[in-house]
């Protein structure tokens, strides 16, 4: 039987966020009740950011409870106790939380030290656990895990020791971000092999951005590696705020072609016809042409 791989779709929220034009929620829900249509398993449909930081993203909770929740679990997106405490009382089945293997991202991203960064997201955790009853996954990300657009290269070591605090404060998945998308296979791998001494693969996901054009390449070595769930974005939407210059996560259409033609099976089945049409409704939405397919 073929190996299965799932692909987490991020497009809603990651793919979304960097739109100048503000996107309507009726129109965030159709791209989201569209995905979940196709058969993407997980959705990670909102953040509950500020506003002030994220326009794009202010209207969270609107998204997440006219979104369909049957096909798909909702996951959303929080930086701290406010946003945490929002999308709680929201219809989600999964939190995400972030910080960044650097200084200089912790700080352009959420205001907050590398070890402010790593202290607020364990408060987070703890109040996390002490607020649910065990029904909402817990995904933890980690940004700039081959380099930083304000610190530079990125030691393997560093990302290990965050990878290893996400995993003992209890996060249930933790993605390992290249934001800027320009890694190179070779250094996936030293990441990697880095984190794996701390962390188990099964839990490890890939979330490559695909500036570079060598998000394939880094999934290719991820899965050597063992990792099993791969973030993307439908026709390759995105961009990070605090990330200049960064594109969008690989596409969620070139992800399901290159995986199926390495003979794995998708989790869920999506159908690649109907990824297709949400992608032609992602370009219209945004309102010009992307780079995935
Ligand atoms: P701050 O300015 O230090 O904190 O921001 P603050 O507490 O002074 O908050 C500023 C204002 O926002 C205040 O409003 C707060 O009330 C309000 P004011 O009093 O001035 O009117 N506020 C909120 N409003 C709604 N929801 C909230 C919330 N929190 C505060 N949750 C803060 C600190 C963390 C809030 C801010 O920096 C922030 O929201 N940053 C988020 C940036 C972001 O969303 N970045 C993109 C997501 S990460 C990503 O894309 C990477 C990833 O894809 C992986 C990868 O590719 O690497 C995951
Ligand atoms: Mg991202």
Not at 8 to 34: H, S
Not at 80 to 104: D, K, M, W, Y
Not at 164 to 169: C, G, I, P, R
Request: glycine fraction near 10%; charge should be negative.
């Amino acid at each position: 039987m073929a190996d299965v791989v799932e692909i987490f779709e991020v497009g809603p929220r990651d793919g979304l966020q960097n739109e100048p034009v503000f996107i309507n929620a009726l129109q965030k829900i159709a791209l989201v009740d569209g995905l979940a249509k196709a058969g993407l398993p997980r959705i990670e449909c909102a953040s509950f950011v500020s506003p002030k930081w994220v326009p794009q993203m202010a209207d969270g909770s609107a998204v997440v409870s006219g979104s369909s929740r049957r096909a798909s679990e909702l996951y959303a997106l929080v930086p701290n106790e406010r946003g945490l405490q929002h999308a709680l009382i929201s219809p989600v089945q999964g939190i995400c939380l972030f910080l960044a293997a650097t200084e200089g991202f912790n700080r352009a991203n959420t205001n907050i030290s590398r070890t402010g960064a790593i202290e607020r997201v364990k408060l987070l955790i703890d109040n996390f656990k002490n607020n649910t009853d065990g029904s909402i996954a817990l995904r933890g990300y980690i940004s700039c895990v081959i380099d930083c657009p304000y610190d530079g290269k990125v030691a393997p070591s560093g990302v290990a020791e965050i990878a290893e605090t996400l995993f003992q404060a209890g996060c249930d998945e933790i993605s390992l971000g290249d934001t800027i998308g320009n890694g190179h296979p070779d250094q996936v791998d030293a990441m990697l092999t880095a984190v794996k001494k701390r962390v188990p693969s099964r839990i490890l996901a890939g979330h490559y951005h695909d500036t570079a054009a060598r998000a394939l390449d880094n999934i290719d070595v991820s899965l050597e590696h063992g990792l099993r769930t791969f973030d993307a974005s439908i026709a390759g939407l995105g961009g990070c705020p605090y990330a200049p210059g960064a594109k969008g996560n690989v596409g969620t259409e070139k992800v399901f072609d290159h995986l199926l033609s390495r003979g794995f099976s998708i989790l869920g089945d999506p159908d690649r016809a109907a990824l297709a049409r949400v992608g032609d409704m992602a370009r219209s939405i945004v309102g010009r042409p992307l780079n995935a397919i």
